[in-house]
């Protein structure tokens, strides 16, 4: 197995999300793929232009990512500042990333309005989630790269036997 794979940042433990923290994942599977030097760490966000720590950042309520990179849809954060461009530029940089890699997979932090690819925030800072993917998902997804949410390392497991 030589597969790469791209993963958020932050599930390494790097400080890179909204409030400043890691989000430390432990896995066995997770730590085997770091061992054999299979993960791509990145932050689409930092690499998007944000500072670390930064407002949260939500889609519009009832859209998705693939809206806002179709300009369907903005994504805004808690202040009201539109900041679509930034999250734009982080997906298209994620993307050239994993094309670079040769990843043909990504796990990512789910919920984020840049890597949910099961549940993104409401769009309202209400702290509601709902079905939904982020801008780094959609457009990974459009590049042909699958993604896997932090929780379904076991389904990635699985796709890397084949």
Not at 10 to 28: I, M, T
Not at 93 to 112: E, H, N
């Amino acid at each position: 197995m030589s597969q790469k794979i791209l993963i958020s940042a932050c599930l390494l433990g790097q400080p890179v999300r909204y409030n400043g923290r890691g989000l430390s994942l432990e896995s066995q599977l997770l730590d085997l793929w770091k061992e054999k030097g299979l993960l791509v760490p990145i932050c689409p966000e930092v690499e998007g232009g944000f500072p670390t720590p930064r407002p949260p950042a939500e889609i519009e309520p009832n859209m998705a990512g693939t809206d806002v990179l179709d300009h369907g849809a903005r994504v805004k954060d808690v202040t009201g500042a539109d900041v679509t461009d930034g999250f734009v530029a982080g997906a298209r940089i994620a993307v050239r990333a994993a094309l670079d890699a040769g990843c043909r997979f990504a796990i990512l932090t789910d919920g984020s309005p840049s890597c949910g690819s099961v549940r993104i925030y409401s769009g309202r800072h209400d702290g509601e989630k709902r079905e939904g993917i982020g801008v780094v998902t959609a457009a990974l997804r459009q590049a042909g790269i699958e993604v896997f949410a932090q929780h379904q390392l076991k389904e990635l497991a699985l796709r890397l036997e084949h």
